[in-house]
């Protein structure tokens, strides 16, 4: 037990010293999985690089990571294109007379897009080009209308198909279609409350809001659903697809693209470099991504044979913790993680010891999948790595910390979620066993 928790310690210490040197992420994880195997275990060098080569080599050839290239090159397409601007035009005639007016097409736009590009900095990036300087134009309040666009854009990892997703469920070895179905009811709440949380302060102080003038009729509503068409045909197609068993989410990913294409074709915006860089963006992403996933698969190896998941499930006996006291401390221990790394290093670094420890504490691994994705959507607006903080900076030129202080109420709003699905964890396990039960379980 001392040994295995000394281990522990040396091995956190090492990546913890690695990562603030600001090495590649992948770079980091090869080095501590050497050091642990080499150096802590004694484990011969020769043995140690083949198992480095056969951890790597079964990580890489899985079915499932085809997905990431192909969800992130249909999320490009839709991003590049004119298609995000109609999900504007169409959502503002629906909107315009709720309380809080076009704030809420940060949340629904952030909403419908998440359910086609699977990535959170994506989403943010595609509504707020068109949200942002619109808002502004219009009167709208700048603390709402940024805050609800940096707390709204973290929809995108949450909503299905989510890049993270299926990270999280390569390494946890769970099914990515029961994890796609369990992000949609906290997904849709978590943009209830948002709006909900614009409604209700632009009810009590009106000066958020500018004096609405405009007048849309049911023709112009129609029109809207008009405009909304193409996004919502390609989240019918795609996630019909996977929620109906006729297709795994690799191969909904593929017709999803060939979808997209083909909208994108009919709007007469198809041209050679639009492939390009899509292309080119796609690929470069998901070899970041890929790289990464198949370093942890080593990571996860040496940790095996190190044996600090036993030790870490041991240590979690030791303290008698029960299921509550270790989400607190693993909510507090992501933030503070968040603030130094990106959503899916999180996932990939702590896994390995993580999930036996949520396993021996009773907790459904489906259930903590969703839950981690919310606690890495909190990181998104924390600084000084939220991501979706940097995009709106690059989009507005506030600076960070402003764009931090108006996210902070849509932060608690994700603080107060993960709290609910602790207390109501059927609000992510109901779907899936109703959708797709597993055998023996009705």
Request: aromatic fraction near 10%.
């Amino acid at each position: 037990m001392d040994g295995t928790f000394l281990n522990f310690a040396i091995v956190v210490g090492l990546m913890i010293g690695l990562i603030g040197t600001g090495i590649w992420i992948f770079g980091a994880i090869i080095l501590v999985a050497i050091f642990g195997l080499v150096f802590v275990a004694d484990y011969p060098f020769v043995r140690m690089g083949l198992m480095m080569q056969n951890s790597m080599w079964n990580a890489s050839i899985g079915w499932e990571l085809l997905a990431i290239p192909l969800y992130i090159w249909m999320g490009e397409l839709l991003l590049k294109t004119d298609l995000t601007a109609q999900v504007f035009r169409g959502l503002v005639p629906w909107v315009n007379r709720f309380p809080g007016g076009l704030l809420h097409t940060n949340v629904l736009g952030c909403t419908v897009f998440a359910a086609v590009s699977g990535s959170s900095t994506a989403t943010t990036a595609a509504i707020g080009k068109i949200t942002a300087d619109e808002l502004g134009r219009r009167g709208y309040s700048k603390s709402l209308s940024l805050g609800s666009l940096a707390g709204s854009g973290t929809l995108g990892i949450m909503i299905p198909p989510s890049i993270p997703m299926i990270v999280y469920g390569v390494l946890a070895e769970v099914s990515i279609s029961r994890l796609f179905v369990a992000g949609i009811v906290p997904g849709l709440l978590l943009a209830f409350m948002f709006s909900a949380y614009i409604a209700m302060v632009c009810t009590i102080q009106p000066r958020h809001v500018p004096q609405n003038t405009d007048v849309f009729t049911w023709r112009d509503r129609l029109k809207g659903i008009r405009d909304l068409a193409p996004i919502t045909s390609t989240i019918v197609i795609v996630m019909g697809a996977i929620y109906s068993g006729i297709a795994t989410p690799s191969e909904a990913a593929a017709v999803g693209v060939m979808w997209s294409l083909i909208l994108v074709a009919w709007a007469k915006m198809l041209t050679w470099k639009l492939l390009r860089e899509t292309l080119m963006s796609a690929a470069l992403t998901s070899a970041m991504l890929c790289v990464i996933i198949v370093s942890a698969s080593f990571l996860a190896a040496a940790f095996g044979l190190l044996h600090l998941p036993q030790g870490a499930a041991r240590v979690l006996e030791t303290f008698h913790l029960s299921a509550v006291g270790l989400i607190v401390i693993l909510t507090i221990a992501y933030i503070v993680l968040g603030c130094l790394l990106d959503g899916v290093s999180m996932i990939v670094l702590t896994l390995p010891l993580v999930l036996p420890m949520v396993v021996s504490a009773g907790l459904d691994p489906i259930w903590f999948g969703v839950y981690l994705l919310i606690v890495i959507e909190m990181a998104m607006v924390t600084p000084p790595v939220g991501f979706n903080l940097f995009v709106i900076r690059g989009i507005t030129g506030e600076p960070i910390g402003r764009i931090a202080v108006y996210a902070i109420p849509f932060f608690m709003i994700l603080a107060v979620l993960v709290a609910m699905l602790f207390v109501w964890p059927q609000l992510v396990t109901m779907l899936p066993d109703m959708l797709m039960p597993l055998p023996g379980k009705t």
